[in-house]
């Protein structure tokens, strides 16, 4: 790198908050420095009206430069509420705490900061190509935007995803202040529309319009000028404006777009803002996360003596927060694109789940922001007083869960010719005694054929059933109150591999047996491929399916899921990536659903009618072709149609080459979705790792039952501490008698000093 330790030269491609802010920084840092900002537009030119940041975000402007946080805070509008209006009525929410100012006059004040420093603003200028840049200047900073040219120059460093998105809106503005962030959805002859209004000044509000592309062209939007666009949108939510008109400032319909990079800076050029990511603006944090970047980016320039050793610190800085803004504002995104699901929850709820929607602000905080509130919901939930969602029993069939919480299945690879032993007595028992609602074996193979591992348990001997029986007694006896379910299924082609310490997914070396499933297709390349099956094995497998069903019967099992996920047998049945059949078990959706449901109708037969049955479903295989949301919602309507009582909702290890967008609950929306569209229960899974996740998903409708797995892992007792946590005791968690003097938290040591009675000056 030829550019110097500390640059001396910096050049920034354009001029947003993000760009202005961080030529003012590092020109306050060492005003030997020489910046220069480019900005293809005029001055007054500015899209959008107001912004809002964060007290977080202040405070770093504050403590960096307090010219412009001085300058700032005296434009400053503030509030706390937020008002959800959906069909006429009005839900508030208080305790949020919001700061805002237009964007022109922020731009003004930093246009200001940077003049006062000496920085030379180029305005209506392009800036020269970065590679001119790069030789002329020690430092580029490319905050040129979501179009950014400069990615663009070097695109094959920085690898950008832009993923554009299914609704359009349009940024215009109101001349009157909202009282709260405001909310408001308008069902039309075309479809749903949805209001985001906040205010930016004492007589000035920002509103943003958005809707689905197919509502978008249904209402003819597409082929609507501006002003006849703006005379619309504010007819549409004319209550909302109070028969106000909204004005517009080059407004245009857009889509919004993602983009994440998977570098951020190429030798002494470094992305800032929407440049390198992006998040809604339905969480408010693209401004944010650019005034961010730049304070996190000058104080690694400050802390690091090399400039490539800074802009890789900033970037492993700046990437973790980034990432998890994203993930919160594409859960954010998704829940406005999919709003129709949600139309028809209890008003509360509905506001609920509305605030909830990111997964940021949850039951306990919104608890904190607003007990009011969240106690209402509660109410119209059907909490009794003083009882979190979570301990508020579930109905299937026959049996009542006394709670929402189930111990997920989870493998063990501890069975010894699939006989259950010691191992699987203490670790399900120490579960069932933690005080989930239902205790989930692991995957319980119908065959020794149709194992995963060789330490994988069994349901196909008389032996076994006898084993699991000792289990079933043991937590009905010791663990009264809590139920055990049996999950049963079938390796298909992920089968005859080591155990998951010795390499998961790892062929054995030897003692392989052979493996069977919908195609013949390998899991991943040195796998075993397996054989095609012929109706004649369809039928042999459907019987051992149904004959473990009895055993698991005879076993004492309250509940039986059958295991139609993670790319094993009947899994691979229903994916178009894994099922390449030609005859009657494969092609459309139908064939592809014919034998899973054959299965479940066999074992339906057999299973207790008052006892009740799940189903586990992998609802995307995170790869391209592979099983959509849609096909997935139809998957779970075949399924409770044939006698399954609630939908186990899970995604992908279907196929080796799937990417899945990993984070907390990532999952829950495919179960929302399930749930939403066909009124089936489900049970969400995956990353759901604290019992204020488990109150948030519950109390906003999007799931019945919430599985959780390496939390149970962690803590046997997960369950019982969730209730002392909160304070609750009552029906929803029982202490067994012997663990009773443990139901409150132990004391700890003190970790604080005693507070000085009298301080002195100097």
């Known amino acids: ?203 000035a509000s920002t509103v943003i319009v958005e809707m689905r592309e197919e509502v978008w062209r249904a209402a003819g939007f597409d082929e609507s000028e501006t002003a006849e666009t703006i005379e619309r949108c504010a007819k549409i939510f004319t209550d909302a404006l109070g028969g106000r008109p909204l004005r517009s400032n080059n407004s245009t319909w857009t889509t919004f777009r993602t983009v994440v990079n998977a570098c951020w800076s190429h030798d002494n050029l470094v992305l800032l803002g929407d440049a390198a990511h992006t998040a809604h603006f339905s969480i408010g944090s693209g401004t944010k996360l650019a005034v961010e970047d730049a304070l996190a980016l000058a104080a690694c320039l400050e802390e690091h003596a090399s400039l490539r050793d800074a802009l890789v610190a900033y970037e492993e800085e700046r990437r973790p927060v980034v990432a998890s803004t994203q993930r919160a504002a594409r859960a954010s995104l998704e829940w406005f694109e999919d709003l129709r699901l949600h139309l028809d929850q209890p008003a509360r709820q509905f506001a609920f789940n509305l605030l909830t929607r990111s997964r940021r602000v949850t039951h306990d905080n919104l608890r904190l922001r607003d007990a009011r509130f969240t106690e209402a919901v509660e109410e119209e939930f059907g909490c009794p007083p003083g009882t979190p969602p979570m301990f508020t029993p579930f109905r299937l069939r026959g049996l009542t869960l006394r709670n929402r919480v189930v111990v997920s299945p989870m493998d063990m690879y501890s069975a010894v010719d699939g006989v259950p032993g010691d191992f699987h007595l203490v670790h399900l028992g120490a579960r069932a005694l933690g005080g989930a609602g239902l205790v989930m074996t692991e995957m319980v193979c119908v065959s020794a054929e149709g194992r995963i591992t060789p330490g994988c348990a069994g349901l196909y001997t008389g032996r076994q059933a006898e084993a699991w029986r000792r289990i079933t007694d043991f937590v009905h006896a010791q663990a009264p109150g809590t139920a055990i379910g049996v999950q049963l299924g079938h390796s298909g082609r992920k089968g005859s591999t080591k155990l998951m310490w010795e390499g998961m997914d790892e062929p054995l070396e030897e003692g392989n047996w052979p493996l069977v499933a ?137 196929v080796a080459e799937e990417q899945p967008q990993f984070g907390r609950s990532y999952q829950t929306p495919y179960a929302d979705r399930i749930r939403q569209e066909t009124g089936i229960p489900v049970i969400a899974v995956g990353a759901i790792s604290s019992w204020d996740d488990v109150n948030s998903l519950i109390l906003a409708g999007r799931a019945d039952l919430c599985a959780l797995a390496r939390p149970h892992l962690y803590d046997p007792h997960w369950t019982l501490h969730a209730a002392a946590e909160q304070g609750y005791s009552g029906p929803g968690a029982v202490w067994p008698a012997p663990y009773r003097a443990g139901s409150r938290r132990p004391q700890t040591g003190r970790t604080d000093a005693p507070k000085p009675r009298l301080a002195l000056g100097s």
Not at 7 to 26: C, K, W
Not at 539 to 559: H, K, M, N, Y
Not at 580 to 600: H, I, K, M, Q, W
Not at 612 to 630: F, L
């Open 1 to 203: 790198m030829t550019a110097a330790p500390r640059p001396l030269r910096v050049a920034v491609i354009g001029g947003g908050p993000g760009g202005l802010y961080s030529a003012a920084l590092l020109k306050r840092l060492d005003p030997a420095r020489e910046v220069t900002v480019w900005e293809r537009n005029a001055p007054d030119d500015t899209f959008g009206f107001g912004v809002v940041l964060s007290d977080e975000t202040l405070g770093g402007i504050e403590h960096a430069d307090p010219v412009v946080h001085a300058a700032m805070k005296d434009e400053f509008v503030r509030w706390d509420d937020i008002d959800i209006v959906h069909r006429g009525v009005c839900q508030t929410s208080g305790g949020h705490g919001f700061a805002a100012l237009g964007r022109r006059r922020l731009l003004q004040i930093l246009h200001e900061r940077c003049r006062s420093l000496g920085i030379e603003l180029r305005f209506s200028t392009e800036a020269p190509h970065p590679a001119r840049l790069m030789k002329a200047y020690d430092l580029v900073i490319a905050a040129d935007g979501v179009r950014s040219t400069a990615r663009e120059a070097y695109a094959q460093v920085f690898r950008p995803t832009v993923e554009e998105h299914r609704c359009r809106y349009i940024w215009l503005a109101a001349d009157f202040a909202f009282d709260a962030f405001r909310f408001e959805i308008a069902e039309t002859e075309h479809g749903v529309m949805q209001l985001h209004g906040y205010p930016y000044a004492a007589d």
């Open 518 to 654: 919908a195609s013949p297709l390998p899991y991943k390349p040195g796998s075993q491929t397996p054989r095609e099956l012929t109706r004649a094995q369809l039928t042999d497998i459907r019987e051992q399916f149904a004959s473990a069903a009895c055993r698991a019967a005879r076993s004492g099992f309250d509940l039986l899921e059958l295991h139609c996920a993670h790319g094993y047998l009947l899994s691979g049945f229903l994916s178009p990536l894994t099922n390449r059949r030609t005859d009657a078990y494969g092609g459309s959706l139908a064939g592809r659903l014919r034998f899973p449901l054959e299965v479940l109708d066999a074992v339906r037969a057999v299973w207790p009618e008052e006892r009740p049955m799940t189903v586990r479903i992998s609802a995307t295989d995170w790869a391209e072709g592979g099983t959509t949301a849609e096909e997935a919602v139809e998957i779970a309507r075949a399924f409770a149609a044939h006698g399954a009582d609630a939908i186990d909702v899970s995604t992908g290890q279907v």
